[in-house]
């Protein structure tokens, strides 16, 4: 069964602070997936990544994909009281199916 | 604007009632999926759906059903409520009918927040 594992599931931070998120597994994955999860609403795609080592930038955050496509790290410079929130890391298994990480909990103090 | 509506933000049932959520997507997406969301455990995956009347079991589908009478909409069903079943329950899209999931876009609904008394 794959799985994936998030480190960590909660992070409490101020503002102006660096983050990093991981999702590790000990299988091999196609692509992964970063989906942003904000109270009330279901989770919004973030990025996906495909090749390994691959490494994507949107704004502040970086995304990287690991060589060997077991893991991914999510990392945020300089946080702003508005990325809190749900990270969801996902992959897709066979038959179609996606399975998600546990999640990482943000909070990030103003 | 892509959108999946859950009909249902907040239910509360009493154990043993049928319960139906509801859920339609505007994009004329092949796959629709169904999850549920408690802290701690992620997104867990009850029931996908490639096509009309065509379904597939998850990773946790004991207690549920669902139904897939129209491309867009996907109902999942509670047959008799239990109080293991409070939680937060997500409807999904994506395109693409083959059953290989392509890293495509997932859609989500807002959730429906369900309490089994």
């Known amino acids: 069964t794959q799985l994936l594992e998030q480190s960590p599931q909660f992070l409490s931070i101020q503002e102006g602070e660096n983050l990093t998120v991981y999702c590790n597994s000990s299988s091999v994955f196609s692509s992964l997936q970063w989906y942003r999860q904000e109270p009330g609403e279901g989770p919004v795609l973030l990025v996906t990544v495909v090749t390994g080592g691959e490494v994507k930038k949107l704004k502040r955050l970086t995304f990287q994909f690991g060589d060997a496509r077991k893991d991914s790290s999510l990392h945020i410079t300089a946080a702003q009281p508005g990325d809190t929130g749900l990270y969801l890391c996902a992959g897709p298994t066979g038959g179609g199916k996606l399975i998600f990480g546990q999640g990482t909990e943000l909070s990030v103090k103003p | ?117």
Not at chain 2, 1 to 6: A, H, I
Not at chain 2, 12 to 32: I, P, S, Y
Not at chain 2, 70 to 80: A, D, N, V
Not at chain 2, 85 to 106: D, E, K, R, V
Request: glycine share 10%; with cysteine; net charge neutral.
């Open chain 2, 1 to 117: 604007d892509v959108k999946v509506t859950q009909s249902s933000r907040y239910l509360v049932k009493r154990t043993g009632e049928k319960v139906f959520l509801e859920c339609v997507q505007d994009m004329d997406h092949e796959n629709m999926f169904w999850y549920r969301q408690d802290p701690g455990l992620g997104l867990r995956l009850i029931y996908f759906s490639y096509d009309v009347k065509m379904k597939e079991k998850g990773d946790i589908p004991e207690g549920y059903s669902v139904s897939r009478e129209k491309k867009e909409r996907f109902s999942l069903i509670l047959e008799s409520a239990s109080t293991n079943q409070t939680s937060m329950y997500l409807c999904a899209s994506t395109p693409g009918g083959t059953g290989a999931f392509s890293g495509n876009t997932i859609y989500f609904g807002e959730g429906s927040w369900l309490t089994v008394v």
